[in-house]
């Protein structure tokens, strides 16, 4: 939930560290902070709040080797002090980290036990000291040292004042990747800090340490023997990762969408047999054709994917499909019959409860298959086969164009799935046609944005929202009342439009608008009812329906008119109508739209 950002090499200048800890921001942004070696001291410089106030305080002091830092606080207030890098007791070594030390109190009362004075709330500084206690000239040897008495999630780096051209990181459960450069060396959480010093990459494992030098890269195994790694070629271009002329990353993930669906689906579909093929996949189709259940887990917006992706799996593949919101289900002892498949979705590919299922899933024998956005994540390279969405960087922390490609992925699985079994070559195709169709729709979408800005205007200054919808619209109603909680700071409820007169129709009055999903025609007479009840109730009602609808029309207090496709589909192009309406009501209500209060993109702790 934290960046890092380490840099060794010519580039002395310590606003080195700022440019990569841009680029790391959306992992967690409540304080940040640097450390770097000056005429044989370490110095630090923190601030509170946002990179802009740590720029202030940065000087222009020169250091061939700079840590960096952006925190989403775990242990310890959102202070100065608790802010990274964080010091030993002696004040030669810093360290910044992503993860939890769980273990960390008994590691600490030891240390203290042993005379070390702590000097901040975090898990941290037990890291920091416990690499002084090892340290005898070697960083390196300290920090292997330090590894196997560390529990829990992490990924760290540490300098120490003596050894000024290098740092030495390790991962234990969270993400590092080291850049290679032409006498430079870079290490980040995430490749995105890197690629504008090089497009090569090294991405350790668990349990792995490095030692980087300007010219040299050394990599250990957990038992510290020295191992070499394939340098990889980051696939993304700079440009991917910048915001364009958009206002916010947020909008401009929106309005990648189009593409980001076309990528998704190409060359995985075979029209002549009306069928979709996955290259990537490793797994063999009698192997896909013997399963008999599916479990899906997954966080957030994954996780309403894989709702909707389990109404189609059993609709029309005919597979009965369990969803299970990843932190409730790793704490539960599955039962993994013969025949299980699990598909693990993720855009990040390392939140932390999602990977915890993966693993105890495996553990039992499961077969899993990662739907994930990030090339070298953990999700990806633990689960036996990955589908990678193909959207490309998503760096608004608010989940957009991996939830549409989700979708996509999602539907050409369950379309491989359906036509292994017992669907026709014309059905296939069929549903080819619709799936081919959606691009242009999210394109038509967009073009309405002005008025879809008009009505998120006039209802911005409504404080409590339903939206309600059923079948497909069920999860897409949680999904969109999820971006209008993130990013708009409003509360919003999704609900299943039959439940609400079991008791949530009691908060609806004219203060608390409906959001009315009717995109799904199998219900649509039934939402219609529904959508009058709430009416009867004063409730303004925004409502959402394919072109030429009548009925709405008349109930509705606004209605947003989106292009006819199948119900299977319709939650791509409604969530597109929900993400611009948070949008802009996120922007009226002048939010922090890229960076919402309290979040973080990928959430590697539990
Ligand atoms: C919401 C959002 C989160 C993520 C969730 C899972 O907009 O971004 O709810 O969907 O944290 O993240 P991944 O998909 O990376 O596992």
Not at 118 to 147: G, H, S
Not at 459 to 465: I, K, R, V
Request: charged share 25%; proline share 4%.
């Amino acid at each position: 939930m934290c960046g890092i950002f380490a840099y060794v090499g010519p580039k002395t200048t310590i606003r080195v560290a700022l440019e990569g800890l841009r680029k790391v921001e959306y992992r967690g942004y409540d304080s940040a902070g640097i450390a770097y070696i000056n005429e044989g001291k370490l110095a630090t410089k923190k601030a509170v709040g946002k990179l802009a106030n740590l720029e202030k305080v940065l000087g222009e002091d020169a250091s061939p080797c700079i840590i960096a830092h952006t925190r989403w606080a775990t242990h310890g207030k959102v202070t100065e002090t608790n802010a990274h890098p964080i010091l030993d007791q002696t004040d030669s070594i810093a360290v910044v980290h992503n993860g939890i030390v769980e273990n960390f109190e008994q590691l600490r009362h030891e240390l203290e036990r042993e005379g070390v004075t702590f000097r901040t709330e975090t898990d941290t500084e037990v890291i920091a000291n416990l690499i002084a206690k090892f340290y005898t000239d070697d960083l390196l040897r300290a920090v292997q040292e330090v590894m196997p008495l560390l529990t829990g999630s992490s990924a760290f780096v540490a300098i120490h004042k003596n050894h000024p051209d290098e740092c030495v990181a390790a991962k234990i459960g969270s993400p590092i990747v080291v850049g290679v450069g032409e006498g430079e060396m870079i290490l980040a959480s995430d490749p995105n800090a890197i690629i504008h010093h090089t497009r090569d990459v090294i991405y350790l494992s668990d349990g792995e340490v490095v030692r980087i030098k300007p010219h040299s890269v050394e990599l250990f195994d957990a038992s510290r023997t020295p191992i070499s790694k394939k340098v990889e070629q980051l696939a993304h271009s700079a440009e991917e990762f910048s915001k364009g002329n958009f206002e916010h990353y947020t909008l401009k993930e929106i309005h990648d969408q189009p593409q980001a669906i076309r990528n998704a689906m190409l060359s995985r579909f075979l029209e002549e047999y009306g069928t979709a093929i996955f290259e990537d996949l490793q797994i063999k189709p009698a192997n896909l054709l013997a399963v008999k259940r599916i479990v899906i887990v997954a966080a957030g917006t994954s996780f309403h994917a894989g709702l909707i992706a389990g109404y189609m799996l059993e609709e029309i593949a005919r597979i009965p499909t369990d969803v299970e919101i990843s932190s409730e289900f790793r704490y539960r002892n599955p039962i993994v019959a013969d025949g299980t498949l699990v598909l693990a979705i993720s855009q990040s590919g390392e939140t932390a409860d999602t990977i915890a299922a993966v693993r105890e899933l495996k553990a039992k024998g499961a077969t899993v298959i990662g739907i994930c956005n990030v090339h070298g994540s953990t999700l990806s390279r633990e689960a036996d086969g990955t589908l990678f969405l193909r959207a490309g960087p998503e760096i608004g922390v608010c989940s957009t164009k991996a939830f549409t490609t989700q979708l996509t992925v999602l539907a050409l699985f369950t379309l491989m799935m359906a036509r292994l079994r017992h669907i026709s070559k014309t059905e296939g195709q069929e549903f080819l046609t619709a799936l081919k169709a959606i691009p242009g729709q999210v394109e038509q979408i967009l073009s309405q944005s002005d008025a879809i800005q008009q009505l998120a205007e006039t209802y911005a200054q409504f404080n409590d929202f339903f939206f309600i919808g059923r079948r497909y619209m069920f999860p897409t109603c949680l999904e969109g009342a999820l971006k209008l909680k993130e990013i708009a700071y409003i509360n919003a409820n999704g609900y299943a439009a039959g439940e609400m007169k079991h008791g949530p129709i009691a908060l609806l009055n004219e203060r608390c608008p409906t959001l009315a999903l009717c995109t799904d025609m199998l219900t649509y007479d039934k939402v219609v009812s529904n959508v009058m009840e709430a009416r009867a109730r004063h409730s303004p009602i925004l409502g959402i329906a394919f072109e030429g609808d009548t009925r709405l029309k008349k109930i509705a207090t606004h209605l947003i008119e989106i292009p006819k496709t199948r119900d299977e589909l319709a939650p791509i192009t409604t969530a597109v109508v929900c993400q611009l309406f948070a949008y802009f009501c996120a922007k009226k209500r002048g939010a922090d739209i890229d960076q919402p209060k309290n979040l973080a993109k990928s959430v590697t702790v539990e």
